[in-house]
């Protein structure tokens, strides 16, 4: 659906808060006499069929929510935005509802000197966000009796499809269209930004250039998208363009040129200091390697710190090549490293990137840009971590995805999550995987490592199997009422995202399955709007 749809409003009432508290009270304000114009407020359709935009002329300086609803007791609201100074059009993008629905909705307005009133209700039909050949074939939800999971909705993104939100009832709330894309692009990952919009990384499956020509197929979009929830791109940043600024930064490799990135893939981060753009790339190289008779084509990854303020203005640059010893090569070489995350560390300033085929998560000396970029530490098999609580190797993570912190510090003693996809576990000489009582040879889990900094441990808890083996994708995250949600990605028929209790006898309390589809990750959202819980 594209263009705007007013809805015939009521008439104008000019009414001051205090006369308005007929309506909703007037708040604190001591008899204001600034004049509201209640019943005002317009609301239209935009390009999304799910998502209302909702106008409200502010007489003064003040913040505006809207509630919304099936009825006129609404139920939820999104976030808080500021009016421009001195007052005047201000407008929130409403999302969250079901598709062909009709909704009520009112503006909550708060002016600066905290009196408060409602404009009138509007009546809102939505269509849908997706075409029905765009959605998943199948979504299966379920939630175990007598559990309850953590509120809130649930962020999907889907490798082949684009961005979705769906509540815990499988409902789809919100998507972005993958018909803007071409059949080439894979979309990993989506975001919610502090914003309030959605960050996307499109591209082309990252180890493209070594499957035959490294000439993407034309029509492919390699890019970073910001986009807001009636769809539109605020921000968007190409492979030619990061190739142009990063030229521009003068970085050159251990060859003493300046890498051609071949792809932007898996992963891009905001650091929520500096509002930069963290993207990984990839780049080749021609090295000699050890076991190899000839040089070999070796693809490795980049991380890129890209100002989004100043045109994308690159500030920093972390390069595999550069720290990484070319020879270890567990895991599918060429594709030397295959790194499909970057976290934020807030309380040292510095990242750790996740580099699937080392089986590695490295904390890497960022410091907000000012970083030299050394290695701090690698957790996992032959990495700088002694095992305890589990029996190394096994019992250490292989072919990882998307770590998160379990605790609010993320320095000296601290949890770390991760999906631990399992490809390539290495066992102890001689044990016969997956024979008697033996541990099968191929399983995933979601373990908890309590890291210690100082005495250089890493203690594995929740080391359950999880009855699901998946051989790529996911994440996992410790939700805010302790319970553990794992993506397994890429499972025997497609993904299933489960929420279970923590320990050694996990329980299960809510799951979604997409069959015949690849969710490359799923995080569970507190709402749409950053700050707000439904």
Known sequence: MSGFRALRLAPTLALSFCAAALLSGCGGGGGSSASLPVGSGSVSTTPNGQVASYTFNMPSAGTMAVQFGTDTTYGRSTWKVASPTGGGLTTILVAGMLGNTTYHMRANITLADGTTSNDTDHVFTTTQSLPANQLPPTVQVSTAPGRTPQPGVELLTDLDRGALIYDLQGNLLWGFPANLYTGNDQIQPVKLMPNGHILIQAGASSSYALTGDPTIPAGTLIADLEVDYANNVINQLDLATLQTQFN?????????????????HHEVTINPNTGHWLIMANTLETKTVTGYTTPVTVLGDIVIDVDPSNGFAVDWVWNEFDHLDVNRHPYMFPDWTHSNAIVYSADDRNILVSSRHQSWVMKVAYQDGQGN?????RLGYQGD????????????????????????????????????????RIFPSGYQCGTGSNLPCLYSRAPIFTINESSMTATLSNPAISPIYNSFGGNAEVLANGDVEGDYCGGPTGSTILETTQGTDPQQVWSMATPGTNMYRGHRLPSMYPGVQW
Do not use: C, R
């Open 373 to 377: 970029g050394d290695l701090v530490w």
């Open 248 to 264: 521009a930064f003068g970085y050159k490799n251990d060859q003493g040129v300046t890498p051609i990135l071949q792809d932007m």
């Open 385 to 424: 971590f002694e095992l305890e609580g589990g029996t190394a190797p096994q019992d250490w993570q292989y072919a990882q995805h998307e770590p998160s912190f379990t605790t609010t510090n993320t320095t000296g003693t601290f949890g770390l999550i991760l999906m631990d996809n399992g490809d390539s």
